[in-house]
C-alpha cells in the first residue's frame, strides 16, 4: 500500500498485479475491458505505485506504456519495494503533466489515464479545456480518455470538468458508487471521454461498460453522455485562466474512502 498526503494513494500484489483493491481502478479496468482485444498504447499522468500499467501489462501483453511522473524519489521507491516485472514496457518520465503531453507525438496513444494528485487533490492545470485539448490531440481517433477525479456532494468542481472535457470529446460517460453521485459523501469519480465520430459512433459503448460493472465487487452507477448533458447544463469549463483544484478531502469532515 502507498500512502501520500495521508491518502491511500496506490495498492499492488507483486505475485497477482491483475488484483485491483480501489474500486475506482476496478471501475477504470471495466471501461478498459470493453476496448477491442491486444495491447493497448497507454500514456499515464501520475504514476503512484504503477498500479494500472502493470495490470495492463497482464491483461494485455506488450502494451507499451509511458508513465508522466515528475516525482523521481517515488519512482525509485517503487522500483525498489516494488519491482516491475521482466519484459515489461512501462517508461517513467521524470516530468509533469501538461510538459509531458505537451512532448508527445499526435494520435500516439490508445488510452490516456489522469490520475494525479497534489496534496490530496487534482492539480488545476490537469482539468483545464486547453489540458484537454492536447489530451486529445495525443490519442488516436478511436482512444479513450480516463480521469480519475473526486468532489463532494453538489457536484459543483464535477461539473465544471465536465463543460472542460466536452470541448473535445463527444462522448463521455461518469463511473462512481451509488453515495458519491447522490451527493451523501466525498469520493472518487472515474470520467471515461471519447471522441464521437462523423456517423455517431465512439469508442464508449454504455450498454457494454454497464455490463462490464456487473462483474466488479463493488455496485456502481454510471451516468451516460445523455444523462450528463441533462444533468450538467450551465457549468463554466475551466481555463488555464480561470481555474481550480479539486476540493479538500479533509473539508468539512469528508475523506476519500
Known amino acids: 500500500m502507498l500512502l501520500m498526503d495521508s491518502v491511500r494513494q496506490s495498492y499492488v500484489d ?14 477504470m479496468a ?61 517508461r517513467v518520465r521524470p516530468v509533469d503533466g501538461r510538459t509531458g503531453i505537451a512532448q508527445l507525438r499526435p494520435s500516439s496513444a490508445d488510452v490516456l489515464v489522469l490520475d494525479a494528485f497534489a496534496d490530496g487533490r487534482v492539480p488545476a492545470e490537469l482539468t483545464t479545456a ?4 492536447q489530451a486529445r490531440r495525443v490519442l488516436k481517433p478511436s482512444g ?20 472542460s472535457v466536452r470541448a473535445s470529446f463527444g462522448e463521455l460517460s461518469l463511473v462512481a458508487s451509488h453515495n458519491v453521485l447522490k451527493g451523501r459523501r466525498f469520493g472518487n469519480v472515474v470520467l471515461a471521454a471519447a471522441a464521437a465520430s462523423d456517423a455517431g459512433s465512439s469508442a464508449l459503448d454504455a450498454d457494454q461498460l454497464r455490463t462490464a ?23 463554466r469549463p475551466f481555463t488555464d485562466a480561470d481555474s481550480d483544484t479539486s476540493p479538500d478531502p479533509i473539508r468539512e469532515g469528508w475523506r476519500i474512502r
Not at 16 to 23: R, T
Not at 58 to 82: A, D
Not at 213 to 227: C, G, K, N, Y
Open 30 to 90: 471495466s471501461v478498459l475491458a470493453c476496448l477491442p482485444d491486444g495491447p493497448l498504447a497507454t500514456t499515464h499522468i501520475g504514476g503512484g505505485a504503477l498500479t494500472l500499467a502493470r495490470y495492463l501489462h497482464v491483461t494485455r501483453p506488450g502494451s507499451p506504456q509511458i508513465v508522466l511522473e515528475p516525482n523521481t524519489e517515488l519512482t525509485e521507491q517503487v522500483r525498489q519495494r516494488l519491482p516491475l516485472p521482466r519484459g515489461h514496457r512501462i
Open 144 to 163: 479513450v480518455l480516463l480521469a480519475n477525479l473526486v468532489d463532494e456532494p453538489g457536484l459543483a468542481y464535477l461539473a465544471r470538468v465536465i463543460a
Open 130 to 133: 486547453e489540458f484537454f485539448e
Open 213 to 235: 460493472l456487473l462483474r466488479q465487487p463493488f455496485p456502481a452507477a454510471l451516468w451516460d453522455s445523455q444523462h450528463l448533458r441533462a444533468r450538467f447544463t450551465t457549468a
Open 14 to 27: 507483486l505475485d497477482d498485479p491483475s488484483y485491483l483493491d480501489f474500486e475506482y481502478v476496478q471501475f
